[in-house]
């Protein structure tokens, strides 16, 4: 017997309909469920008219009204501040309740508290339901009942109890009959022009929604036998490239996370790195949730007292950095990828995140927030525990003299140059044994390649040895 006679689902970052724990359990709940998706203010206010994942967005609920529309219902679409859309929204429609699938970042949870007093007011109750993650932010927990601090730990704990989940699917399509058609006059699709924004110049280059991300895993799935083999390598086709869907909820963490463990069950080493790979999402999730000051401070107060670079020359390097300008090829090749594409590969998320915290000496929250900007696949926790990582200042022990060598990283990961020949043309005729480090290279291979310093292509900002003992020191007050 449903308990509510009208429900509200409220996608967010679930933004399909087969395999999505808040649509069938609201479905189980009520006897007539209606469907909304707010483009939020709030976030909208803060970004470029013309950003790539706006129109991503776009394209992915206008997939998501059309399965809805094929399970008998619609898919209102409003344009505002969220925390007072949904409480308007679901007084128009008398839901008794509202759905929604949890989220753990410290806006999101502000956003909802707002929300669920103003509904509570009125009488109506806002249902969560964990979607985005397998184990809540408090399930996985160590001896004494407290959150991990540590990954490897958190993983085998992680694995041990994966095998008690139900990680089965939520049956692939809701309980039919519970789908509503809202009334007319309701606020459907606006175009991007009506949000106040604008087609990029470059898209996203994925397919938008569900279909989009089925057939990325489909592909990925015959090839993730290799993924431990080829994931570090950014000039092949190693990763899922499934993180921008995983973003945006346009496929299940449940649907990966069980094909990952299964054939990882059935010795697949590709299976079980990648499983890795998708722990670390939940374990960055816990953190943020748990221990919030990171989204702003060190995840150990005494690397807040690490003295940064600052003043002018530093600003003339964050900026070279941005550029990718720097001098290191691979540094250079990693960030122009970026702000092209609004994509950058893991292994050179590391290399260039280690770059500027470490080479250059720049506070890592410049070079979070930059990439907060630019990635398509933007995710609050992911983005700060990495970069946390890469500066030594987060959770897990990662010792701060361990300093990447960009030129060590770019003849071991891109040995050929295919990668940096693709982005740093300036360089592409240089041969490939000094390609990577070219202020190295000999007169007369410079002039062959057409490869001036200082000109055609820029000297290194730093010397990375010079670089790498100031650094040392720098990180090294705090164990005096």
Request: charge should be neutral.
């Amino acid at each position: 017997m449903p308990e509510f006679e009208r429900g509200l689902m409220w996608f967010r970052r679930d933004l399909r309909v087969k395999d999505n724990a808040t649509l069938y359990g609201a479905l189980r709940q009520c006897t007539t469920l209606y469907c909304v998706f707010v483009f939020d203010t709030d976030i909208l206010s803060e970004l470029p008219r013309d950003d790539r994942r706006v129109a991503f967005i776009h394209d992915c609920i206008a997939e998501l009204d059309a399965e809805l529309r094929d399970a008998g219902g619609k898919l209102l679409v409003c344009h505002g501040a969220a925390a007072d859309v949904i409480p308007d929204m679901a007084g128009r429609l008398r839901a008794d309740a509202v759905f929604a699938g949890k989220d753990y970042e410290p806006r999101a949870i502000a956003r909802d508290s707002r929300v669920a007093a103003s509904l509570s007011k009125a009488g109506r109750d806002l249902v969560l339901y964990k979607d985005q993650v397998i184990f809540e932010c408090d399930e996985i927990l160590n001896g004494a009942g407290e959150p991990y601090r540590v990954f490897t730990a958190y993983k085998n704990a992680w694995l041990k109890a994966l095998p008690d989940t139900p990680i089965a699917s939520i049956p692939r399509m809701p309980p039919s009959g519970g789908l509503a058609q809202p009334p007319a006059g309701l606020p459907r699709l606006p175009s991007l022009e009506d949000l106040g924004f604008s087609r990029p110049a470059q898209p996203i280059p994925l397919a938008a929604g569900a279909k989009g991300a089925q057939a990325l895993f489909a592909d990925f799935r015959q090839r993730m036998g290799h993924y431990h083999e080829r994931r570090d390598f950014p000039g092949v086709k190693g990763p899922s490239y499934l993180s921008v869907h995983l973003r945006f909820g346009t496929i299940s963490i449940r649907s990966l996370v069980r094909t990952a463990y299964q054939a990882m069950q059935k010795g697949n080493a590709g299976a079980a790195t990648w499983l890795s790979e998708l722990v670390w999402r939940d374990f960055y999730f816990m953190i943020l949730f748990q221990f919030p000051h990171v989204e702003q401070r060190a995840f150990r107060p005494e690397y807040d007292a690490i003295p940064w670079e600052t003043g002018p020359e530093a600003d003339a390097w964050f900026a070279a950095w941005c550029q990718g300008s720097t001098g290191y090829p691979i540094v250079d090749a990693a960030m122009r990828q970026l702000n092209q594409t609004g994509y950058m590969h893991n292994r050179l998320r590391m290399i260039t995140a280690s770059f500027l915290a470490k080479d250059l000496g720049i506070d890592w929250r410049r070079g979070e927030r930059y990439f907060a900007r630019q990635l398509n696949d933007y995710d609050l926790a992911a983005n700060n525990g990495g970069w946390q990582w890469a500066a030594s200042t987060g959770c897990d022990a990662q010792p701060y003299f361990r300093i990447f060598n960009p030129v060590m990283q770019s003849r071991k990961f891109d040995s050929a140059g295919h990668f940096i020949r693709r982005y740093v043309p300036e360089v592409a005729a240089l041969p490939d044994k000094h390609i990577h480090a070219p202020w190295l290279a000999p007169d007369n291979v410079l002039q062959a390649a057409e490869v001036e310093l200082g000109s055609t292509y820029p000297r290194p900002v730093v010397d990375h040895d010079s670089a790498r003992k100031v650094a040392l020191a720098r990180y090294g007050i705090l164990k005096a």
